[in-house]
């Protein structure tokens, strides 16, 4: 099966380089139509350009396709409206958008300020945020869209040194959640893409030999595959140097405990019980988990000689 994106308009966000380049490389290789956008700063966030945006689109005009650039900072949400403006003005549609631009600023989190802490937060969070607000309602009318959040091991897993970024990519796992359930009935699918690649965000993390290994191009052929017509949905996808594999959030069954005995010894006790993860399983929604611990007191109750 051959995933084309003909006659679909895709924003990418960070796209001058790394993992967005490629991301917006290929989704015009493809047949989409594509918004190079790119504030153009440096690595920390510092700094703005819009050279390696227009590169990027000069690349795609080469091979026959059709892009615009525009330099609009994600975090700030005035900038973005105007981006998502300039495309309905131009091809007057957005079918995806992929979440990807991103910082960062490494530190332990004692020597961490927080005007660094919150840097990180604006761009990665509230920058998805504003860039998905904005293209939100066209989705819904148009009663389609795909969107894919960017996350990270780092917030899944922790990682030395960054608190900020994983605090940040965590975030955004539940903004997907959340707006899985509020999509659904207008045919929007959201998902992430947890990516490992040799950029400039992690060239100083790993070997040069290592970096090459991890070459953007991996991930993006695993991305492609969450914002097409057939995307899954609510899926996490971790991709880096030809591996690919899902992660999910899952919860165990747990244990019930009445009321007359419910004390941090007796949940000790029961430990055993409420990590059990036989019969685990991942809830669709919130309110899930309230309903299963529902359920477990009516069982007890029903239970008890009347």
Known sequence: MTISFAGKVAIVTGAGNGLGRSHALELARRGAKVVVNDLGGARDGSGASSAASQEVVQLIEAMGGEAISHGANVAHFDQVQDMVQQTMDKWGCVDILINNAGILRDKSFSKM??????????VHVMGSVNCTKAVWDIMKQQNYGRIVMTTSSSGMYGNFGQANYGAAKMALIGLMNTLVLEGAKNNIHINALAPTAGTRMTEDLMPEEIVKAFAPEAVTAGMLT?????????????????????ASIFETDGCFIPSAKQSPETVREHWDQLTDQHNQKALV???????????????????QPR
Do not use: H, W
């Not at 300020?113 to 604006?122: C, E, I, P, R, S």
């Not at 929604?285 to 239970?303: D, I, L, P, R, T």
């Open 113 to 122: 300020t927080l005007d660094d802490f919150k840097l990180v937060m604006d």
């Open 226 to 246: 969450l914002c097409d017509d057939d995307a899954p949905n609510r899926f996490i996808l971790c991709a880096g140097a030809g591996g690919y594999s899902s």
């Open 285 to 303: 929604s919130g309110s899930q988990q309230g309903e299963k611990f529902v359920m477990k007191a009516m069982a007890f109750m029903k239970s």
